[in-house]
């Protein structure tokens, strides 16, 4: 037998194993859960105001922007205006337009083509008259035409005038169209046009003198969108309404609204302008001639506004519109004047 004290000490030794297993284990802590840090605030990036980029030209009857300057000198085209020649084509193309009368109280057209190319036809071409020869040299611009009063006849024979006539020096530039009646049916192109200077050694390029131009409306001019005027006849009325959306002034005839015959679009402007000159019947066929250097009253219309001013022109220079002395800018884009033989509070009404 083993002694009890041994036997008690082996006791004590399990005794003492059993109490340390059955103690309770301490509890693990869970690990805490990441935490995400706050993102940072992305900082604002402030998107600069968009900056219209500086046309690299301007072309200087319109104001309008141009990819690059026009390539070749204007040309000023007589364009038919009676009942059978219209509609008539390339008007939407023009720069800018005066319309003046002739003989037996019906205007002529004269459109001032520079600043836009196009293949499209431009007539029906008609015969010239001297201040419409004065009007078109304002520009620089070769006269295109179709024959000549005796007198205009007169002052472009041997002149040396960049002139291209259909009946004496340049017919192989011009065309006929066969769906249309004679005399309304003659016509170009610029192709043709151009093609036409350089056959007979006309200057392509010479100086064109520009207008000012301004997008702000004038402060303190009235309110004026629906426009009316005559020139002499009774039952020919040119008449004008302004499109607010648009800004332009959309042209009818006796209520009819007017369009280019090659796209059949309206025509439009975003200058009027009404001049106040001296006519005087000089001959039995009713021939005119036209004050074109004395000045006189004239009315603006733009952004809907009408502005009461006086037109001036000085030697070598063209028309202009002053007031108070100073010259008035146009909105950018097309202008149309228009050369009234009276008072013209008597011609031209508005409101």
């Given amino acids: 037998m083993r002694p ?3 036997l008690a000490l082996a006791a004590l030794v399990v005794a003492l194993a059993l109490a340390a297993c059955g103690k309770d284990k301490r509890a693990v802590p869970e690990p805490s859960p990441t935490e995400t840090p706050a993102p940072s605030p992305t900082p604002t990036v402030e998107t600069p105001e968009p900056v219209s980029p500086t046309p690299a030209f301007v072309a200087p009857l319109t104001g309008l922007p141009v990819e690059q300057p026009p390539s070749f000198r204007p040309f000023t085209v007589m364009i038919n205006n009676y009942a059978a020649a219209r509609p008539q084509s390339g008007l939407t193309y023009a720069d800018v337009v005066w319309e003046v009368l002739a003989e037996g109280g019906i205007t002529r057209l004269m459109a001032v083509f520079h600043s836009r190319d196009f293949s499209d036809p431009i007539g029906p071409i008609r015969s010239i008259r001297p201040y419409l020869i004065d009007l078109g040299e304002m520009y620089g611009g070769v006269l295109v035409h179709a024959g000549a009063s005796n007198d205009a006849l007169k002052i472009l024979q041997h002149s040396g005038k960049a002139d291209l006539d259909e009946i004496y020096n340049a017919g192989a530039f011009f065309y006929r169209d066969k769906s249309r009646k004679a005399p309304h049916n003659l016509y170009s192109t610029l192709e043709m046009l151009r093609e036409g200077v350089r056959k007979r050694k006309f200057p392509e390029q010479v100086p064109v003198p520009g207008l000012p131009f301004s997008a702000e409306t004038p402060t303190g001019a009235a309110h004026a969108v629906n426009i009316e005027a005559r020139f002499t006849l009774k039952n020919y009325v040119v008449s004008y309404t302004y499109d607010t959306g ?3 002034y959309t042209r009818a005839i006796n209520g009819e ?6 796209n059949g679009e309206p025509l439009t402007a975003a200058n009027l302008v009404f001049l106040r000159t001296a006519h005087r019947v000089y001959d039995n066929e009713g021939r005119l001639e036209i004050d074109l250097h004395s000045g006189g009253e004239a009315l603006l219309f733009r ?3 009408v502005i009461s001013a006086e037109w001036a022109r000085e030697k ?4 202009r519109i002053r007031k108070d002395g100073r010259e008035l800018p146009f909105a950018p884009g097309v202008t149309y004047y228009h050369i009234i033989p009276g008072p013209l509070d008597e011609h031209v009404t508005y409101s």
Avoid: A, E, R, S
Wanted: glycine share 16%; aromatic share 6%.
């Fill in 316 to 319: 070598g220079d063209m028309i």
């Fill in 257 to 262: 609204v007017q369009v280019d015959l090659n």
């Fill in 303 to 305: 952004d809907g506004k």
């Fill in 4 to 6: 009890l004290w041994k």
């Fill in 246 to 248: 648009t800004g332009l």
